[in-house]
C-alpha cells in the first residue's frame, strides 16, 4: 500500500500533463499539494521536514530558475537585432535540406549546447531556432528534449560524472566504459526519435550512420580517459558529419553564398560564441576553474527526521557558484554583446529592455511550475517516497534488477529534475545492489547515471524551460506525451542490454 501512496504524486502530475493536458502552472502545484498530503497521513512528515525539504527545493529551483530567465533573455536579445532568423539561415545555406536539418539540429547542436552547459539550456536555445525554421512548437520543444538526452552524463564538462564518482566510490576505469557502451547506444536511438518527432523518419539510414560516428566518438574520447570533452567533441562529429552527409549539389551553394556574412549572423555567432568560450575557458584551465570554484553560496540545513524514522543529515542546500555558474555566464555574454550590437549599429538602443519585457512575459507564469515540481521532488526525497519506490523495484526483480536500473535513474531524473541529482540519491544504491547480487558495479552505475540521462527528456522541470522560451504556454503536457513512450522505450532496452552484460559475465 505504501508503495501506491508513494507513487500517487508522481501519477498525479503525469495524469493531469498527459491525460489532461494541464501545464505544469497547474500540474506542478496540484502534485504538490497530493504529495504534501501522501508525506503528512503516510510518511511521517512533520514541521522540520516540511521547511527543510521546501527550503532546499526553493534553492534548487533558484538554480533552474536563473538559468532559465538568463538563456531566454540572451536569446530575445539576440532576437531583437535578427540574429536567431541569421542563425537559421546560415544553417539552412550549411545543409539546404530542412528535414535533415532539423534533425542535426535537435540531435547533434542540442547535445553541443548540454556538453558545454546543460541545466536545460540545449532546449532553452535550440527549439525557438527550430520554431523559427517552420518546425511545429510542441515539435520542436519535444525533438530537442529527446535529441539532447545522450549527452547529459558526458556533458556540464565532466562536472556531473565527478559528482557520480565521488558519492558511489566507483573508479572511472569501472564506470565509464559501461556508461560509453549504454549512452552510445542511447545516442542511436535519440537520433531516431528525434527525427520521427520531427516527421523525418525517411532520414533513418543517415541517422543511423550519423549515429554510430557520434557514439563512436563519445566512446572513444571517455575511453581516452577525455570524459570531460567526450559529449561535446561527439556533438561536434555529428554536425560535421551531418553536414558531410547531406549530398551537396552545385546549385546549393551558389558562389559566394557562404563568404558573405550579415551582421545579425556575426552578432548571434558573437553572442553565444562568446558563452560557449566563457563555459570553456572557466572549466578547462585547471588554476583558474580551482580559484573560481572557492567562491560559494550556500545554506546550511540541519539533520531532519521524519515522524517514521527517516533521516536527513544535516548539510547545505544548492551550494552556488557564482563565478561558475551558467546564469552569470550567459550575463555577461550578454552585456558584451549588447555593447557590441549598440556600436555596430544592430537595432535600437532600447532592445534590452524590450528583450527584459519579452523574458518576464514568458517565464514568468512557468516559474510557478519549476518551485511546485522541485518542492514536490525535494518533499518525496525527504520523506523517504522515492527511496521506498526504488527499493520497491529492487525487491521485486532480484536477480533481474539490472533490467529496471536505467528506470531508476529514470525515476530519479524525473522526479529530481536533473540526471545529477538522481545519480547522488540512487547512485549508492545502485552500488550496494551491484555487490549484494555479485555483478560488476560499474555496469549497474553506469546503467543509473545511462537511466538519469535519459530521463531529461521527460523531467518536468526542463520541458517547462524549453516551452517558456518558444511560447507553449500551458502546452507542457502534450510535449510529455510525446518524449514519455521515448524514455521508457530506451530505459527498458538499455536495461536488457545490462542484463546481458551482468548475465555474460
Known sequence: MLYILALLPILSVVFLMTARRWGSVKAGPAGWLVGLLVARLAFGMNWDIWWVSQGKGLLLSLNALLILWSALYLYNLVAEVGGVKAVADALLAAIPEPGWL?????????????????????IAIVAPMLAGLGVPAVSAVAACAVGHAWAVTFGGMGSLLQTLVAVTGV???????????????????????????????????????????????????????????ASLLASIAGIGGGILLFRRRREDCPD??????????????????????????????????ARLQQFILTVQFPEVVSNLGTVTAAGPGFIFRPFLHPATLIMVSAAISYEAFRRRGLGQSSIWSRAAVTTFRAAGPSSVGVIAMVGLSTLMEHTGMTMLLAQGLAGLTGTAFPLVSPLIGILGAFATGSNNNSNVLFGPMQK???????????????????????GSMIAPAKITVGCSTIGLKNEEGLVFRRTLPVGIGTGLLLGAIAWLITVGR
Open 102 to 122: 532539423h534533425i542535426v539540429m535537435a540531435w547533434a547542436l542540442s547535445g553541443l549546447m548540454e556538453s558545454v552547459s546543460g541545466y536545460g539550456l540545449p
Open 432 to 454: 550496494n545492489v551491484a555487490l549484494a547480487l555479485g555483478v560488476d558495479k560499474g555496469v549497474l552505475v553506469g546503467a543509473q547515471t545511462a537511466g538519469g540521462s535519459i
Open 171 to 229: 573508479d572511472t576505469d569501472l564506470l565509464v566504459p559501461a556508461a560509453a557502451f549504454l549512452l552510445g547506444v542511447a545516442c542511436v536511438l535519440c537520433g531516431l526519435a528525434a527525427a520521427v518527432i520531427l516527421g523525418q523518419g525517411k532520414y533513418w539510414k543517415r541517422v543511423l550512420v550519423l549515429g554510430v560516428i557520434m557514439a563512436l566518438a563519445q566512446a572513444g574520447a571517455a575511453l581516452a580517459g577525455l570524459w570531460a570533452l
Open 256 to 289: 559566394g553564398e557562404l563568404h558573405c556574412v550579415p551582421p545579425a549572423l556575426k552578432g548571434a555567432l558573437l553572442a553565444y560564441g562568446l558563452l560557449i568560450a566563457l563555459m570553456v575557458i572557466t572549466t578547462q584551465i585547471p588554476p583558474l576553474y
